[in-house]
């Protein structure tokens, strides 16, 4: 039976360009409406970004640019990643769009005329990166315990939510809809929290601007995860989504983890008291880790979505991340596991099966015949069916990837090769596996399954395959996935993964403070300055460091002319060996930034008297 389903991903930060996390998540939701959409439901999916809030404030203000310009700029990344990346989402929504505003405020009102606003003074802790307020007792010694870093003071005039009147009805409505949380331990979690006891919230800020204006109270802007949560419901008001808040439909808000308090717990008591029906499941999945190493600018292991889908193809990028983990459980990315999975499983098993199908049926010049189900295909799809409604896109990927090696297996086992085999039987149920393939494929590889289709001669959309064979002509096979090399894999692996700053130096690297002491340093004046003769990079200096004159060579002449240097003060290493450089004496060495060519000589901030010690 067709349904209405909706389904959404979290909207994102505008605060960077989006990474592997980001597009694991519109994946996971696209393959979702994908197949909604192939068996025929009325389906809508939803995804958009997160603009407001201090947190890109702030990061506008460091970048001298207005927060919206500075939102445009990444909302426009991330719509740019999503047609890269084959999303088929039906709405873009941002929360500066002016409608959305305007339902934010609609809320707030229906809030209110519910006497579950009050204002009041809030005094409490806020971390800016989680866009989150703390107690004292969610802290860990005085740092945020998600970022592990220190908490900002807030203590400013606040409105607030009458969370703690909606403990019971929340714990009431989990206990009847046990599909509302998913997975169960993220359902136990939430649960806990909630019988733990609620605690009123502050819903609005009057330290900054950038946010959406609370009705009828100046100076005061709604509070970024209350105006962001939001968007679900405010995206149902606008053509596109029309009518997808109403209670027939299946919602599902597909979002990480770390976010579950607010999707689970906060946006449902939201819901309650503006009187709008709930969502049907929050899904909260796992993380990803590079190589066991949580992701991070400053490791340099941000995985860039883009890049390896350009170097591999969209499908196959897809297909490793919806096929590596269980959605809800964590998982660990490497690049060399990647490469792994598309040489056996795409290259391979399905690159093979259809390769070697269509190249029999193009040698043997035969019309092929299909009647019997040798794959126990009709019990297979039911099963890929079960696991797409139960939101688990890698348990369908494994059920279509048995019947894509039975598919192989019985090509080598009834061997059509041989003279006495019944060629059209054995090749019409390889074909017509293929045929279904192509369309159950579609929610996973759409780029690939439309090729697939191609090949085979079908002019069909993807649709639910229903079991009566049709006639098709299929067309002379060239590989969906072709094979990656041992040079090449060594060429993408060089590629994705850059070798890494070097470590922090190990102990035999690090000098003690003692070692450190034994050089000489002091405050040097270059009194005179001259070429060394034939040698163009040298010039000869007369240095005085207040005890005694130094006469050096330094290899400076490319950077700074003689004359420029007379007066300056420089730091000066004044018990170097002596050497003689091109038959010059040279007693001790001025302190200079550059590697191979000096770029800047060493100086003082304030003046000080030739001799002073450096230290
Ligand atoms: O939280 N592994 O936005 P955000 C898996 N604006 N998924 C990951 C991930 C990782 N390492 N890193 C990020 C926000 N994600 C709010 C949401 S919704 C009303 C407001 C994914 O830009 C995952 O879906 O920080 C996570 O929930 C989301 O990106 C956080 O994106």
Redesign the pocket.
Same mark, same amino acid.
């Given at each position: 039976m067709a349904k209405r389903f909706y389904v959404t991903?979290?909207?994102?930060?505008v605060?960077d360009v989006p990474?592997?996390?980001?597009a694991?998540?519109t994946i996971v939701a696209d393959a979702l409406a994908r197949y909604h959409r192939l068996r025929g439901d009325d389906t809508r999916f939803l995804t958009g970004t997160?603009d407001h809030g201090q947190k890109i404030a702030r990061l506008a203000e460091a970048a001298s640019v207005s927060p919206r310009a500075f939102a445009d700029k990444f909302a426009d990344a991330y719509r740019a990643a999503w047609r890269a990346l084959e999303i088929s989402n039906d709405d873009f929504i941002r929360t500066t769009d002016p409608d959305h505003e305007a339902t934010v405020q609609d809320l707030w009102r229906r809030m209110a005329e519910k006497g579950d606003i009050y204002l009041g003074d809030y005094e409490g802790w806020y971390c800016v990166p989680c866009e989150q307020f703390y107690t004292e007792k969610e802290l860990e010694k005085g740092h945020c315990p998600v970022h592990k870093k220190p908490v900002e003071k807030v203590k400013e005039q606040s409105y607030y939510f009458r969370l703690s009147k909606y403990q019971e009805p929340l714990l009431a409505y989990y206990a009847a809809h046990p599909e509302l949380i998913q997975p169960e331990v993220r359902r136990n979690e939430v649960m806990a929290f909630v019988r733990g006891g609620l605690q009123d919230i502050s819903i609005s800020r009057t330290t900054f601007q950038w946010g959406v204006p609370v009705p009828e109270a100046k100076g005061h802007v709604v509070y970024v995860w209350l105006d962001?949560?939001t968007?679900y419901y405010s995206a149902t008001r606008r053509p596109a989504l029309a009518g997808f808040w109403d209670d027939d439909v299946e919602i599902v808000h597909l979002? $990480?983890k770390?976010?579950s308090r607010?999707h689970a717990v906060y946006w449902p008591a939201f819901l309650m008291s503006a009187g709008l029906r709930l969502p049907t499941t929050v899904f909260c999945? $796992?993380?990803?880790t590079v190589d066991g190493e949580k992701?991070s600018k400053t490791l340099g292991n941000v995985v860039d979505p883009l890049v390896l889908s350009q170097d591999l193809g969209v499908d196959a990028f897809r297909y490793f991340i919806l096929r590596e983990v269980p959605l809800g459980a964590d998982g660990d990315f490497s690049h060399e596991a990647l490469l792994t999975r598309y040489n056996a499983e795409l290259a391979n098993d399905l690159g093979n099966l259809l390769n070697r199908t269509l190249g029999m049926v193009h040698k043997y010049g035969i019309v092929p015949k299909s009647n019997i189900d040798p794959f126990d295909l009709e019990n297979r799809v039911s099963r890929y069916s079960k696991h797409m409604e139960e939101l688990q896109p890698s348990r369908a990927l494994e059920e279509l990837w048995t019947l894509v090696r039975k598919g192989n297996a019985f090509i080598d086992e009834k061997a059509p090769w041989k003279p006495d085999a019944p060629r059209p039987q054995i090749l019409g149920d390889v074909l017509e596996l293929c045929r279904v393939l192509s369309h159950l494929l579609e929610p996973f590889l759409p780029e690939r399954a439309v090729e697939m289709r191609r090949q085979l001669g079908l002019d069909e959309p993807a649709h639910f395959p229903s079991w009566q064979s049709r006639t098709f002509a299929p067309t002379v096979a060239t590989p969906l996935f072709p094979r990656i090399d041992d040079d090449r894999k060594k060429e993408l692996l060089a590629k994705w993964t850059p070798k890494r700053e070097a470590p922090p130096a190990s102990d035999e690297d690090q000098i003690t403070f003692e070692q450190f002491q034994k050089l000489d340093l002091r405050v040097g004046q270059v009194l005179s300055a001259e070429p060394v003769p034939k040698a163009k990079k040298l010039l000869q200096l007369t240095i005085d460091i207040g005890t005694a004159k130094r006469q050096v060579v330094a290899g400076i002449a490319e950077t700074y002319r003689p004359e420029e240097l007379v007066g300056k003060k420089v730091i000066f290493l004044a018990n170097l060996k002596p050497a003689t450089i091109r038959g010059v004496r040279s007693e001790g060495m001025i302190l200079a930034a550059g590697d191979e060519q000096v770029v800047a000589l060493s100086g003082l901030d304030r003046d000080a008297a030739p001799g002073t010690k450096v230290r």
């Amino acid at each position: 039976m067709a349904k209405r389903f909706y389904v959404t991903t979290p909207i994102y930060y505008v605060s960077d360009v989006p990474h592997l996390g980001h597009a694991y998540t519109t994946i996971v939701a696209d393959a979702l409406a994908r197949y909604h959409r192939l068996r025929g439901d009325d389906t809508r999916f939803l995804t958009g970004t997160d603009d407001h809030g201090q947190k890109i404030a702030r990061l506008a203000e460091a970048a001298s640019v207005s927060p919206r310009a500075f939102a445009d700029k990444f909302a426009d990344a991330y719509r740019a990643a999503w047609r890269a990346l084959e999303i088929s989402n039906d709405d873009f929504i941002r929360t500066t769009d002016p409608d959305h505003e305007a339902t934010v405020q609609d809320l707030w009102r229906r809030m209110a005329e519910k006497g579950d606003i009050y204002l009041g003074d809030y005094e409490g802790w806020y971390c800016v990166p989680c866009e989150q307020f703390y107690t004292e007792k969610e802290l860990e010694k005085g740092h945020c315990p998600v970022h592990k870093k220190p908490v900002e003071k807030v203590k400013e005039q606040s409105y607030y939510f009458r969370l703690s009147k909606y403990q019971e009805p929340l714990l009431a409505y989990y206990a009847a809809h046990p599909e509302l949380i998913q997975p169960e331990v993220r359902r136990n979690e939430v649960m806990a929290f909630v019988r733990g006891g609620l605690q009123d919230i502050s819903i609005s800020r009057t330290t900054f601007q950038w946010g959406v204006p609370v009705p009828e109270a100046k100076g005061h802007v709604v509070y970024v995860w209350l105006d962001a949560l939001t968007n679900y419901y405010s995206a149902t008001r606008r053509p596109a989504l029309a009518g997808f808040w109403d209670d027939d439909v299946e919602i599902v808000h597909l979002i $990480g983890k770390e976010i579950s308090r607010f999707h689970a717990v906060y946006w449902p008591a939201f819901l309650m008291s503006a009187g709008l029906r709930l969502p049907t499941t929050v899904f909260c999945h $796992g993380w990803w880790t590079v190589d066991g190493e949580k992701m991070s600018k400053t490791l340099g292991n941000v995985v860039d979505p883009l890049v390896l889908s350009q170097d591999l193809g969209v499908d196959a990028f897809r297909y490793f991340i919806l096929r590596e983990v269980p959605l809800g459980a964590d998982g660990d990315f490497s690049h060399e596991a990647l490469l792994t999975r598309y040489n056996a499983e795409l290259a391979n098993d399905l690159g093979n099966l259809l390769n070697r199908t269509l190249g029999m049926v193009h040698k043997y010049g035969i019309v092929p015949k299909s009647n019997i189900d040798p794959f126990d295909l009709e019990n297979r799809v039911s099963r890929y069916s079960k696991h797409m409604e139960e939101l688990q896109p890698s348990r369908a990927l494994e059920e279509l990837w048995t019947l894509v090696r039975k598919g192989n297996a019985f090509i080598d086992e009834k061997a059509p090769w041989k003279p006495d085999a019944p060629r059209p039987q054995i090749l019409g149920d390889v074909l017509e596996l293929c045929r279904v393939l192509s369309h159950l494929l579609e929610p996973f590889l759409p780029e690939r399954a439309v090729e697939m289709r191609r090949q085979l001669g079908l002019d069909e959309p993807a649709h639910f395959p229903s079991w009566q064979s049709r006639t098709f002509a299929p067309t002379v096979a060239t590989p969906l996935f072709p094979r990656i090399d041992d040079d090449r894999k060594k060429e993408l692996l060089a590629k994705w993964t850059p070798k890494r700053e070097a470590p922090p130096a190990s102990d035999e690297d690090q000098i003690t403070f003692e070692q450190f002491q034994k050089l000489d340093l002091r405050v040097g004046q270059v009194l005179s300055a001259e070429p060394v003769p034939k040698a163009k990079k040298l010039l000869q200096l007369t240095i005085d460091i207040g005890t005694a004159k130094r006469q050096v060579v330094a290899g400076i002449a490319e950077t700074y002319r003689p004359e420029e240097l007379v007066g300056k003060k420089v730091i000066f290493l004044a018990n170097l060996k002596p050497a003689t450089i091109r038959g010059v004496r040279s007693e001790g060495m001025i302190l200079a930034a550059g590697d191979e060519q000096v770029v800047a000589l060493s100086g003082l901030d304030r003046d000080a008297a030739p001799g002073t010690k450096v230290r």
